[in-house]
T-cell receptor, first 112, second 113 residues
Framework: SQTIHQWPATLVQPVGSPLSLECTVE??????LYWYRQAAGRGLQLLFY??????ISSEVPQNLSASRPQDRQFILSSKKLLLSDSGFYLC???????????FGPGTRLTVT | QKEVEQNSGPLSVPEGAIASLNCTYS??????FFWYRQYSGKSPELIMS????GDKEDGRFTAQLNKASQYVSLLIRDSQPSDSATYLC?????????????FGTGTRLQVTL
């Protein structure tokens, strides 16, 4: 069966510090991968998605970036965090040609 | 801009009652519709998918879709306290290789004893 991991689970970072969040999927090959952010009391905002290694599409212009160095690994990064980057970061995967997405446990980021 | 609208709630129902959660969407070409359950502090969990007009039942859950009215709903029969959560409606309209979902902000359901 498929499993998705995210780490770290929680993170507290000062403004201006870098960020690296990692997501890995097990049990499937060539998944579509997604990064979402959920701010407190708000809906899920799609940040990036990837249909293959090295292929990244950005949905929202911001100071975040994403990379997919391996088939089942998706990384979210920032060079300098802003207060507004605080939120619940969720990685999700889907099978090619299927619309259902399955979420990882998430990383709760607080920027202070 | 594609929009998915949900009443934020809270929707309060007594244990054993039917909970009815509603969602409307703006993009007429939407093809796939999903309901996710999100417990406080946890990630969303997919509970129902529906693709064609009508009803789809899975245990105590029934999803209803009306594409002409651009309306999708979720019924929860015999509501239990463990059903207390935020329910997110999601809609997929694209036909490309990536599934891009648009989410509503969710309806918070409270099942009271």
């Amino acid at each position: 069966s498929q499993t998705i991991h995210q780490w770290p689970a929680t993170l507290v970072q000062p403004v201006g510090s870098p960020l690296s969040l990692e997501c890995t999927v097990e049990g499937t090959s060539n998944p579509n991968l997604y990064w979402y952010r959920q701010a407190a009391g708000r809906g899920l905002q799609l940040l990036f998605y990837s249909v293959g290694i090295g292929q990244i599409s950005s949905e929202v212009p911001q100071n975040l970036s994403a990379s997919r160095p391996q088939d089942r690994q998706f990384i979210l990064s920032s060079k300098k965090l802003l207060l507004s980057d605080s939120g619940f970061y969720l990685c999700a995967w889907s099978v090619l040609d299927r619309a259902e997405q399955y979420f990882g446990p998430g990383t709760r980021l607080t920027v202070t | 801009q594609k929009e998915v609208e949900q009443n934020s709630g809270p929707l309060s129902v007594p244990e054993g009652a039917i909970a009815s959660l509603n969602c409307t969407y703006s993009d007429r070409v939407s093809q796939s519709f999903f309901w996710y359950r999100q417990y406080s502090g946890k990630s969303p969990e997919l509970i129902m998918s529906i693709y064609s007009n009508g009803d789809k039942e899975d245990g105590r859950f029934t999803a209803q879709l009306n594409k002409a009215s651009q309306y999708v709903s979720l019924l929860i029969r015999d509501s239990q306290p463990s059903d207390s959560a935020t329910y997110l409606c999601a809609v997929n309209a694209n036909t490309g290789t990536a599934s891009k979902l648009t989410f509503g902000t969710g309806t918070r359901l409270q099942v009271t004893l």
